[in-house]
Structures are given as C-alpha cells and as structure tokens.
C-alpha cells in the first residue's frame, strides 16, 4: 500500500519550489542608483574686495590691506590671504572683510571658523545677502539643513534669487523630505539656467521623490535624448519603470546601463530576476553565472541565486540549473556554509534528473555534511534511501528531519510510508495520526488512516 499524496515526497522536493514561486518572481525589485555629486561650492568661490564694495564696504583704513590680498584672491592662494587675515582682529573688521574671511575659511573648508566670521559679519551688517548666501553653504555643507534653509531664504528675501540659489534651497528642500518644495525650487532653477545638468538631475530626483513618475519619465527622456550614454539615466529610467510596473522598459533599460559599462552586483542581480520574471531564464542564467564572483561576495545576492536556482528546479529546467550550480562550484570557499549546503540540493536535483542517483546521494550527505538543519537534503536523501529499500538509514534521515519543525509533517508521513512497506500497519496509523493532529486540514491524510483502519480490522 502507498500514501495516496506520496508523490509529494518524491525526490525533487516541492518546498523550495513554492519558496521560489513566492520570492524569486513577485519580490519588489529595486535598482541601485550612484548618488548626484552636487557642486555648489564651485559657484561660491570668495569675491576680490572690489566687488564685495556693492553690498559691504570696505572701511577706508582697510584698503592697503584689500589691495595687499588683491593679487593673492585673483591667483586663489587661500592659504596666504587667510595668513594676512591672521594678522588682524576680527573684531576691528569691517562687515566685508568678515565676509571674505569667512569666504576664505569656507573655501579652505573649515566650516566652523568659516561660520564663525559669517556670523560676525552679519551681526555688523544683518541684511548682508551675500554673508547669508555663504553661510547656507556652511550649514549645507554640515548637512544642517534646517540652518542652511533658513539663511538661503533670508538671501532670496534680500533679492539675490538666481539659479544657484534656487537650486540650493530645492537641494536642502529634498533633504529634509520635502519632495514637492523641491521640485518648484528646481523648476525655478531651471528657468534661470535651463541648460544646468545639475539643476536637471535634481528635479529628476525631486520628482522620483514626490511619486510623479509620469513627469519624471517625460523629463528624462528629455535628458536621454541630450545625453544617450549616461548609465545612471538609463538606471534612473529602469527604476521609474519599476515603480510604474513596467518591467520589460525595466529590463530593457538595465541592459542598456549594461552595454554602457554598469557592473554593479545588484543592479546585475536586479536584471537577472526581471529575466527569470520575463521567463528568460538564459539570459538570467548566463548573467549571474558570468559575475559569480561578485554575486557570492554578497550575503543578499546570494539570496537571489539561491532564489533563481529553485524557480529553475520547479521549472525543471535542468540544464540552467546544472550551469548555474556549476559556476557556484568555482567559488564554495566563498559561500556560506548554509548556502553550500541549499546549492549542493540543487546540484543533486540536477544530479536525479540525469538518473544520477550515485552522485545525487552523495550531493545531499554534503549538504546535510555542511548544514544539518536542512531539512529537504535530510527528506531528500532519506526518500532516495527509501526507493532503495535501504530503510534503516532512510528512518534515520527521516527522525532527524522530524525534529525540525517546518518538515516534521513531510518527515513523520515518509516514516509511515516506511512503516507501510514494512506491512507495519499499527505504527503506520500511529504516525498518520501525529500527521492528522498536526495538520486537521489533510484529508488525504484522513483518507489514508481509514484505509489503513478497515486494513488492519479485515486482516483481524
């Protein structure tokens, strides 16, 4: 007599399948972007004191001295200005020169001593747009954004409103998570200056940021259009596409970012899991298995892999499997034990497929050998053993399984059915029952307890 659902424990397992259908093809995908390098510092290089005239002047004691630095700011020898500001109190300066001082520090990047003289500046001179302009990069700088906004509008307010402005009060903006802000202060930016790459990439971010992926989509392409080799729009435009549900553009994006040079170990693992989702699973195959190296040196790609390799087994799709498990060979020392021991299964899969079951015994004592809680090598290989009537070491496989408690069901039916080819019908009612208890929902299970019931009554 057998089980009536006994093919359920045959030597392909079946949870890991489940596993894959459940992660590896619905599991929200994500593409990894490089973040904008933001050059705001560039635009605020400290003025000679000559220009400085229009908002601060110069006292007239101070003008040897701003003729002395002169030649020295034109020539940017910062270390050599802030050495002359040395030599003098702050104290007996006027407002421009603090602001230049403070300018000096800032481009030195000794931001507290920068706000410091921006500070005293503005205590001379309160509405001194420029020393405020300065002081939003100390705090931008200090990722102070609260600070940085605050005297960014006092200098809006004061009338300097260009496009570097703007764009600075949108970037603070979208780091305090306030999207929609943002993209307005980008917009304004871009009014000014419609040509600025930067303003450009942060609205597009702002947009992301703000969920309006349709206006994010149109000003991408946009910028596709002016600039068609730039891996991280093409990245950028695969990851809207995610959003949007659209995974064939998604797709079709990150093969492009691949093309241009994007190597990255999640956006190579991303691409791969879309294939398998598209059902291109040669194509996922190949990529992973080409930058095995770099997928294993990672905990969370080896995940994937070993998410790809069960929606192969449950495909049957041996031949994938086989060169996936067959690169993952190259590279054990690298892979945790655990994971050694999950892959090993696949191996052995592929192993049974070809009729291997020599070798497919051997992958799983491996496995069990490099992670005794798997529990669907120990079910696996304790099935094998029982199809070879070897029932001694199969009921030892199957108790050791039964401990675990996510397969003592599976476990506890393969000792019955051991117990049924034994004609040990008691013991075999017995384990069908702890199944029942278990699992009230098994009406197989049910079916075959009254089976066995009317079995042993006739034999009686």
């Not at 100390?138 to 009338?159: D, F, P, Q």
């Not at 075959?448 to 009317?454: K, M, T, Y």
Request: aromatic fraction near 6%; charged fraction near 15%; hydrophobic fraction near 45%.
């Amino acid at each position: 007599m057998k089980l009536v659902h006994s093919k359920a424990y045959a030597a392909i397992m079946v949870s890991a399948c489940l596993y894959a259908q459940s992660n590896s093809t619905h599991a929200e995908l994500h593409i990894k972007l490089q973040q904008p390098t933001w050059e705001f510092l560039l635009h605020n290089q400290p003025q000679p004191t000559t220009e400085l005239s229009t908002q601060a002047q110069l006292a007239s004691s101070e003008s040897h001295f701003a003729s002395k630095i002169q030649p020295l700011l034109a020539a940017q020898k910062y270390d050599a200005v802030l050495k002359a500001f040395n030599e003098r109190d702050i104290k007996n300066d006027s407002a421009a020169l603090r602001q230049l001082r403070g300018q000096i520090l800032l481009s030195m990047q000794r931001t507290k001593e920068a706000e410091q003289a921006l500070l005293a500046a503005i205590e001379l001179m309160p509405n001194l747009a420029l020393a405020h302009r300065s002081l939003s990069m100390v705090y931008m700088v200090e990722k102070n954004y609260v600070a940085a906004s605050k005297h960014l509008r006092k200098t809006i307010e004061l009338g300097v409103a260009d496009a570097q402005v703007y764009g600075q009060l949108a970037y603070v903006n979208l780091q305090q998570g306030q999207a929609a802000s943002a993209v307005a202060g980008y917009q304004y930016a871009l009014l000014l200056d419609s040509d600025n790459q930067q303003w450009q990439q942060g609205l597009l971010y702002a947009l992301i940021n703000s969920q309006a992926f349709d206006q994010a989509q149109a000003l991408l392409e946009g910028m596709l259009q002016a600039n068609p080799k730039d891996t991280n729009l093409w990245l950028q435009r695969g990851q809207i596409a995610l959003k949007q549900q659209r995974p064939q553009q998604a797709l079709s994006s990150l093969e492009t970012a691949l093309v241009l040079g994007e190597n990255n170990a999640d956006n190579i693992a991303t691409l791969a899991q879309l294939h398998i989702q598209s059902g291109s699973a040669n194509r996922a195959v190949t990529l992973l298995a080409n930058n095995i190296t770099k997928m294993v040196a990672n905990n969370n790609k080896i995940e994937v892999i070993d998410q790809v390799c069960a929606w192969l087994a449950y495909q049957q799709q041996w031949q994938q499997l086989a060169n996936l498990t067959q690169a993952l060979q190259k590279n054990t020392n690298n892979i945790p034990a655990h994971y050694r021991s999950r892959f090993a299964v696949y191996a052995a899969q592929v192993a049974q497929s070809n009729g291997k079951t020599k070798h497919a015994t051997k992958l799983l004592e491996e496995a069990v050998n490099n992670d005794p809680s798997n529990g669907e090598a120990l079910l696996t290989l304790a099935n094998i053993l029982r199809s070879q009537q070897r029932t001694q070491r199969a009921n030892l496989y199957y108790i050791r399984a039964e401990a675990l408690a996510d397969y003592k069901e599976r476990a506890l039916l393969g000792r019955a059915q051991l117990e049924i080819d034994a004609n040990n019908y008691p013991e075999a009612l017995r384990l069908l029952r702890l199944v029942a208890q278990l699992n009230p929902a098994r009406t197989d299970v049910l079916a075959n307890i009254q089976s066995l019931e009317n079995l042993v009554r006739n034999r009686s």
